[in-house]
Nanobody, 118 residues
Framework: QVQLVESGGGLVQPGGSLRLSCAAS????????MGWYRQAPGKQRELVAL???????NYADSVKGRFTISRDNAKNTVYLQMNSLKPEDTAVYYC????????????WGQGTQVTVSS
């Protein structure tokens, strides 16, 4: 059914940048939000950024000013531009799509590893 495929992860040095992409396919619904979550060893999965429309976005306090989320509705693709990366950003990043009207389904990608290290 619904498929979410992330790409763009990798190894970067502190202060570097990465751009993650998530392409969605299948019948998600007409109205849905897309977002990025991450999970590091020993920590719970946390919301990094969420986007409903170009002027409706939310960010975790830890990434504000450094990360930018955007989406291309025609392509059902969401992006996460990550700048000024820190070792604390190291985690598996997951793409999520969630319906905003019933049925309130939620879908996840398999994740992409981001490692920030010297």
């Amino acid at each position: 059914q619904v498929q979410l495929v992330e790409s763009g992860g990798g190894l970067v040095q502190p202060g570097g940048s990465l751009r993650l992409s998530c392409a969605a396919s299948g019948r998600i619904g007409s109205i849905y939000a897309m977002g990025w979550y991450r999970q590091a060893p020993g920590k719970q999965r946390e919301l990094v950024a969420l986007i409903i429309s170009a002027d409706k976005t939310n960010y975790a306090d830890s990434v504000k000013g450094r990360f930018t989320i955007s989406r291309d509705n025609a392509k059902n693709t969401v992006y996460l531009q990550m700048n000024s990366l820190k070792p604390e950003d190291t985690a598996v990043y997951y793409c999520n799509a969630r319906n905003l009207v019933p049925p309130l389904n939620s879908y996840w990608g398999q994740g992409t590893q981001v490692t920030v290290s010297s």
